[in-house]
């Protein structure tokens, strides 16, 4: 079983660089497991990973394994922690995320799609040096009642409860990212009403689930 979710995560790794996402080995990716999580290896190139190694790790940092764990790990186990819901975390530094994230910008209701991270808006954490304490703290406050925020200086970071939602989750939000930047460069945002975005996020709801 964990040997399965371990070639996952490398599946999903090497998704993420394939579809523009992530420059070389800026990006981590985890998922839940039972007693604590599995996360990419710190600074190894995702196109030679084997399952063995992906890093073990429990909720306060304790590893198993032979390679260190990802600089970053320290959000990852704070998501688990604080979002029962997470089950799989996706980190990285998109081209325009990271455009939006360097200007302290988060992302307003521009487009009804906003509402695929859970709320009217996907916040920008504030800046914190990588792999900190007070990193994580910023992110878990921007992703409250989010599933993903920018992070000032950085990137993007979401969580969802399976690896490849979260992959598609993070494309859709470097889209939107995108779009928005395009549109700072010429011109001003029209922001939907906190009406409209309550009615887009109710039908979210059900959004996706296809009846039975
Ligand atoms: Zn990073």
Redesign the pocket.
């Known amino acids: 079983m964990m040997e399965v979710l371990r070639q996952q995560l490398i599946d999903t790794a090497l998704a993420m660089n394939a579809s523009g996402l992530n420059q070389g080995t800026?990006?981590?990716l985890s998922a839940r497991c039972e007693n604590g999580f599995l996360i990419t290896p710190s600074g190894m190139d995702y196109a030679g990973l084997l399952t063995r190694d992906i890093v073990w790790m429990d909720l306060d940092g304790n590893t198993r394994g032979t390679r260190k764990p990802s600089s970053?790990w320290r959000f990852h186990a704070a998501i688990y922690q604080h979002r029962a819901e997470a089950n799989a975390v996706l980190?990285a530094?998109p081209v325009n995320c990271s455009t939006l994230a360097c200007l302290n910008k988060g992302i307003p209701a521009f487009h009804y799609m906003v509402a695929v991270a859970g709320g009217k808006d996907i916040r920008c954490a504030d800046y914190a040096t990588?792999g900190t304490p007070e990193l994580s703290e910023f992110v878990i406050r921007a992703l409250h009642e989010r599933k993903a925020c920018l992070m000032a200086h950085?990137?993007l970071t979401c969580f969802e409860s399976d690896l490849p939602r979260a992959l598609a989750l993070a494309i859709e939000v470097e889209h939107l990212a995108t779009v928005y930047s395009q549109i700072l460069a010429i011109g001003e945002a029209e922001i939907l009403t906190d009406g409209e975005m309550e009615r887009v996020l109710m039908k979210f709801g059900s959004y996706g689930k296809q009846d039975i």
Do not use: L
Request: charged residues 10%; hydrophobic residues 10%.
């Open positions: 800026s990006g981590n970053e980190h530094h990588f950085h990137g």
